[in-house]
C-alpha cells in the first residue's frame, strides 16, 4: 500500500492483484480508512506442491490514519489492472489559496 498526497487530494494505491473488486472493503470513519478483502487460493495450487510462494492467501486488512483536513464525503475508489486507487479530496478550506495584495 502507498499513501501520498497532493494539495488537493490524499492518494492511496493499495497493490490487490487477482482479487475481484466486488470483495473488497473500503471504509472511511472517524479519520480512518480501512480496506479490507480475501485472496483466495486458485484451486489449481491445492493438488500442486509449492515450493515458494510470494502472495499470501486469505483475509486481509490495512488501516491507514487519514490527515484531519479532508472530505469524507468526495472518496473516489477504482480497481484497474491489480491496483485499487482511493482518492480522497481535501476540504475546500484547506485548499492554498492566493491573496490579493491591495
Same mark, same amino acid.
Given at each position: 500500500?502507498?499513501? @501520498? ?14 482479487? !475481484? ?5 473500503? %471504509? ?8 479490507? @478483502? ?14 515458494? !510462494? ?16 479532508? !472530505?469524507?464525503?468526495?472518496? !473516489? ?8 486507487? =482511493?482518492?480522497?479530496?481535501?476540504? %475546500?478550506?484547506? %485548499?492554498?489559496?492566493? =491573496?490579493?495584495?491591495?
Amino acid at each position: 500500500m502507498n499513501v @501520498g498526497g497532493t494539495p488537493q487530494s490524499v492518494e492511496i494505491y493499495a497493490f490487490a492483484p487477482g482479487i !475481484d473488486p466486488a470483495t473488497l472493503e473500503v %471504509q472511511i470513519e472517524k479519520g480512518v480508512l480501512t480496506v479490507a @478483502g480475501e485472496r483466495k487460493l486458485p484451486t489449481t495450487a491445492e493438488a500442486a506442491t509449492v515450493h515458494i !510462494d510470494e502472495r499470501f492467501a486469505g483475509r486481509f486488512r490495512r488501516v491507514v490514519t487519514l490527515p484531519d483536513d479532508i !472530505d469524507a464525503n468526495a472518496v !473516489d475508489a477504482r480497481y484497474r489492472d491489480g491496483v485499487l486507487r =482511493i482518492s480522497i479530496a481535501r476540504k %475546500q478550506s484547506a %485548499q492554498p489559496r492566493r =491573496i490579493t495584495i491591495q
